[in-house]
């Protein structure tokens, strides 16, 4: 097959790796609004760089991967569809409810498709989780705990464009919630902290922030998301029932030290960032977007999923916005 990607940045550099070695991919087509990243990535993978997306486009490819900027997807995923092509896109479609709703419609127009990249579904541990709840091994799930905490912040200026804690970071969470557990959530009270960095006033966003949710069935999860986890990044998900509790992301390398005498040894050195630690996951979601286009598997995340996380995160802003719990019945997904 022959793969377009547009947007060479980190993890659009990484993917281009990915696709560059993969048995099925006989050539690649890259571009960026930076050439001159283009064209590194280029060189480095064997691929070949193009002016722009529209070139990318009118390459032959057989399908498109979108990792450009945030601010791009939308248009993106509809010059995709509207062009016959298969596209994987990075979350999110876009920063709001309207543009996510828009550019689902150009791809349900054109019966194309379209992979979001919510690359937690393809994660062993996140797998043996789902598992192990829709099992009944767990008995009945009472208690759902997500975190995922940043080692340090991102530049002042990605904040300004990266729609906030729970759009940007918490969504994978909230992902995580319904693929796990298989429900939906129903209510959602947020709320946050601004108390560090000024940056993150500047950007009317926070640094730090927790939410309650209540899902369909009474189980009730709590979500946190820092961007100031000085001991290193750290993603889990604890999930209690009356029969047995598991935990994802705990393993020699969590940032997480006990101070019991009897406690578990401290921590090895923890990953460095979310590409270290998701990076077969990565590679997987990739893959399993090759067999789509290929025919060979069903779309794993469509974009109807990506709506549904997009969903639980406004209703987040809007309880944080308003200090009051949000039923998600507010949020309107048409």
């Known amino acids: ?42 060189g480095r993978t064997g691929a070949t760089a ?6 990318v486009l009118a390459a032959g490819v057989d399908a498109v991967v979108i990792a450009s900027a945030t601010a791009a997807h939308a248009e993106l995923i509809g010059r995709a569809a509207r062009a016959g092509l298969p596209a994987f896109c990075e979350k999110p479609i876009a920063l709001d ?3 996510t709703l828009g550019a689902l419609r150009e791809v349900e127009r054109a019966g194309s498709v379209l992979q979001l990249g919510f690359m937690r579904r393809f994660d062993a541990g996140y797998a043996a989780a789902r598992a192990a709840v829709r099992s009944g091994a767990l008995g009945r799930l ?18 300004l464009l990266s729609g906030g804690l729970f759009r940007d970071c918490l969504v994978h969470d909230f992902d995580m919630l319904r693929w796990v557990t298989g429900r939906e ?28 949710l209540t899902l369909d069935d009474g189980t009730l999860a709590t979500a946190t998301a820092t961007r100031c986890n000085g001991a290193g990044y750290d993603v889990r998900m604890e999930l209690a029932g009356e029969l047995d509790q598991i935990a994802v992301g705990l393993d020699d390398r969590t940032p997480l030290t006990s101070v019991e005498d009897q406690g578990p040894p401290a921590p090895a050195e923890p990953w460095p960032g979310f590409l ?45 916005g308003e200090r009051r719990p949000v039923r998600l019945t507010e949020i309107a997904d048409a």
Request: hydrophobic share 45%; with cysteine; aromatic share 4%.
């Open 185 to 212: 959530v129903t209510e959602v009270y947020a709320t946050g902290s601004d108390a560090g960095d000024p940056m993150f006033r500047a950007a009317a966003d926070v640094d730090t922030a927790a939410a309650l």
């Open 50 to 55: 193009v002016a722009d997306a529209a070139d």
């Open 276 to 320: 270290e630690r998701f990076a077969p996951a990565y590679e997987a979601e990739l893959d399993a977007f090759l067999r789509v286009v290929r025919g060979e598997s069903a779309n794993p995340c469509d974009g109807r999923e990506a709506l549904h996380a997009l969903r639980i995160a406004e209703a987040c802003e809007l309880s944080r």
């Open 1 to 42: 097959m022959r793969i377009g990607l547009i947007g060479t940045g980190r993890i659009g550099s990484f993917h281009a790796g990915v696709l560059a070695r993969h048995r099925e991919v006989a050539s690649l087509v890259v571009t960026d609004t930076d050439a001159a990243r283009a064209a590194e990535v280029a």
């Open 97 to 99: 409810l309207a543009g």
């Open 142 to 159: 009472h208690t759902v705990r997500a975190a995922t905490s940043d080692p340090a912040p991102p530049p002042a200026a990605y904040l």
